[in-house]
């Protein structure tokens, strides 16, 4: 897999099953880098085939009215300034219905249970700025007057408000039902439909912690009435007799730990099977639709993260729970009928970007093949999975090789969160490294999710120490995987990370050598800056360094920036510029200290661009992000290529190093001295002719694609190229 094979897998979310217990409709995304953009349509299995049901380009979160007649969801346009707006369409065909036009857009709907009303989410400009021209509001200073004013992928809080909303589907009547600068969300109807339960935030020292509530207020109109007291809480869902229920931390500092499902009973909320020690919401591939699917009998199903998988589980009334679904996947949606017989799902795993599955009595039916063309076309690399024992605790780890017998490069990856996990799902990013050459390890240190309490909470008060317990486990498994797979070569190691990656790269650059070359990505280096910059700033180090004191240094001590002075490793900083998770700052002092140090050191900046570049960014940010790290990792590791039918060029820079590919059918490895590299900074392209035997340095600005129209050849005599005696030689073969 190339970084160009991004635009040629679709992602698959969002499964939503008919009344009729046979029809599903899902969201399928795909990447344009054309445009630069995402493609969204809502697709429907009609019971026998796959196929569009909406034309996009944004179309998202599909529900479908009780009566089985309608599907209301998310229209935009996909231009700038249009955010999206609740839509309904009839099921037998004609034009979606635009329902709303706020200001800011709208976030959710959900059905009322009698089908006639809309519970929406609906963003606004705050009193004081919505009737200002756009263009005012752009040149006007910003007033800030309490924290929380920014939020990651979202951008500025303070100028907007989210509210309740009910729409009248048949006359088109927007009712406001809360109101005040507040951000309610998760809106959910009461069975009986007299009442609509939302998340909202409305304590004194909201944003100073994570707190949240659930709420109700009366479907025609009335005061909101908090259900529970201020706790880490997610989602509020309602069995189907009307018992409301939670997802989240009974306290507001509980985390990091399982998340669990709650019963609202009249002296507060009782866990339901709390034994089980795994979140009843998957934080890593979060499965839509969220929250606890119901059945009629009072028993729910939920997907939970489990030691690299994801799996159902089915939970009953009395806090028992059996499984229902499991394997070496993953599964981001699961929609299932009410008397549980069968259920839809999206199941991906590592060599399978996913696929609409349909459950039946244990059995399971692939419905799609949306992404057949993609698996057909494009080589995938099943990892090895091995276990690693650290501290006397059992790490799971990964390992992804490229074909052949050759020796490769080790690339250790880390994770973010550190509250999420690796597993078997599908990874775009270890089937391009892998494909590029380098042996992919990674694992699931202590702290990180699917393994209980226990575990998750493992590096809480222990990263102001210089080797905590997950840094440890990260050294062991490297040195597990160099000892256990023998193509991973010891003498070329990198290693590389995102968010909690990147700040558990720097920590380990400081204390562990072996590295040739390092990317820190989008991390946090410095906690002191973080808690006063970062949108979650206010409350995460106090959940794992501690509560701060004017007398304890640990929020210095805990960051890599404490101990940056002993870094010595190449570092390529990767960062984006509208970062506000880990804000650009961050990597701006780890930058300035590194190259102050002597450090070799460059720093790659995405504008406009969020925490969320690698998963969700531009098209060709993420593109020429994947480009950037595979010509890092080759200057520095010393790249095997491993060529398949087609040539693929890799840039390289002189000097120091030059790196290469091979045209031939099998893996070579060559050293910088063999190649005959001028004494220049510019960037130059190198390939080898198989043919002639010789290294051939491509004329500047000379361009050769994999396909396409034929290409100057840069050897005028007959080579691998197709090359011919000629004053001009042209490749013969297109796709050579």
């Not at 009566?67 to 839509?87: N, T």
């Not at 349909?358 to 494009?378: K, Q």
């Not at 990892?383 to 050759?406: Q, Y």
Request: aromatic share 10%; hydrophobic share 35%; proline share 8%.
């Amino acid at each position: 897999m190339r970084p160009q094979d991004l635009s040629a897998f679709a992602t698959l979310s969002d499964a939503n099953l008919h009344p009729d217990g046979t029809r599903i409709a899902f969201v399928v995304s795909r990447m344009e880098f054309e445009d630069d953009r995402y493609h969204r349509q809502i697709w429907l299995w009609d019971g026998s085939t796959c196929a569009p049901f909406t034309h996009g380009p944004a179309d998202t979160r599909p529900r479908w009215s009780p009566d089985g007649g309608s599907l209301a969801f998310l229209r935009a346009s996909g231009e700038p300034g249009k955010p999206a707006q609740v839509a309904v369409m009839p099921v037998g065909g004609g034009e979606a219905k635009t329902m709303t036009s706020f200001g800011l857009g709208a976030e959710e709907a959900e059905w009322s249970p009698d089908g006639q009303s809309l519970a929406v989410i609906g963003i606004e400009w705050s009193e004081t700025l919505k009737d200002v021209a756009e263009e005012e509001r752009k040149r006007r200073p910003r007033h800030i007057t309490e924290p929380g004013y920014r939020f990651d992928t979202v951008g500025w809080l303070f100028d907007r408000r989210k509210n309740v909303y009910r729409v009248d589907v048949g006359g088109g009547e927007v009712v406001a039902l809360t109101d005040g600068q507040v951000l309610d969300r998760a809106v959910v109807w009461r069975p009986d439909g007299t009442a609509i339960g939302f998340m909202s935030a409305r304590h004194d020292t909201k944003i100073l912690d994570v707190g949240s509530q659930p709420w109700e207020v009366p479907a025609k109109g009335g005061s909101a009435v908090a259900l529970a007291d201020v706790g880490h809480w997610d989602l509020l869902s309602y069995r189907p007799d009307g018992v409301a229920h939670l997802v989240g931390l009974s306290g507001v500092w509980d985390y990091p730990a399982m998340v669990g499902l709650w019963r609202l009973d009249s002296g507060g909320p009782v866990r339901l099977a709390a034994e089980l020690d795994r979140a009843v919401e998957a934080p890593t591939v979060v499965s839509l639709p969220r929250g606890p699917q119901w059945l009629d009998d009072g028993s729910c199903r939920c997907v939970i993260e489990d030691r690299g998988t994801n799996r159902v589980i089915e939970i009953h009334p009395d806090g028992t729970w059996d499984d229902i679904a499991s394997g070496q996947r993953v599964i981001s949606s699961m929609t299932t009928r009410p008397d549980g017989s069968s259920m839809a799902m999206v199941s991906m795993t590592p060599t399978d970007p996913g696929e609409l599955v349909w459950w039946e009595g244990e059995v399971e039916t692939t419905l799609s093949a949306i992404n057949a063309e993609f698996r057909d076309s494009v080589p995938l690399v099943k990892p090895e999975h091995f276990t690693v024992m650290s501290d006397g605790v059992e790490i799971d780890a990964w390992v992804v090789l490229p074909p052949g017998k050759k020796r490769v490069p080790l690339v250790l990856n880390i994770h973010g969160g550190p509250a999420t996990q690796y597993g078997w799902g599908f990874f775009d990013e270890f089937q391009i490294y892998a494909a590029a050459g380098f042996g992919v390890v990674a694992c699931n240190p202590r702290g990180s999710s699917g393994r209980g309490d226990e575990f998750v909470r493992t590096p809480v008060g222990r990263w102001t120490e210089d080797r905590p317990p997950d840094l440890e486990d990260l050294l062991a498994v490297a040195d597990a995987a160099v000892s256990q797979f023998p193509r991973l070569d010891q003498d070329r190691q990198g290693i590389m990370g995102g968010s909690y990656g990147g700040f558990m790269t720097g920590r380990i650059l400081a204390v562990d050598h072996r590295w040739a070359c390092a990317i820190p990505e989008r991390g946090l280096y410095s906690f002191s800056s973080f808690s006063g910059t970062s949108d979650i700033g206010y409350w995460f180090p106090r959940m794992y360094v501690g509560e701060p004191s004017p007398d304890k240094p640990d929020l210095w001590l805990a960051g890599p920036l404490a101990r940056v002075h002993q870094v010595t490793t190449p570092c390529l900083i990767i960062h984006s510029e509208a970062d506000y998770r880990c804000p650009i700052e961050q990597a701006e002092q780890y930058f300035a200290a590194l190259f102050a140090n002597g450090v070799e050191v460059e720093m790659l900046r995405f504008p406009e661009s969020s925490h969320e570049l690698s998963r969700s960014g531009k098209p060709k940010y993420r593109k020429e992000r994947f480009e950037a790290i595979l010509a890092w990792n080759a200057r520095h590791l010393g790249l095997t290529v491993l060529s398949g039918p087609t040539v693929r060029w890799f840039l390289g820079r002189t000097p120091p190093f030059t790196f290469w590919l091979t045209a031939s059918t099998t893996a070579r490895v060559c050293s910088k001295a063999s190649v005959p590299t001028p004494r220049a900074t510019a960037p130059r392209y190198f390939a080898w002719a198989t043919t002639c035997g010789e290294w051939c340095a491509l004329p500047p600005r000379s361009i050769f694609l994999s396909s396409g129209p034929q290409r100057n050849c840069p050897k005028r005599r007959s080579n691998s190229f197709g090359a011919t005696n000629s004053s001009r030689a042209t490749c013969a073969q297109s796709r050579s």
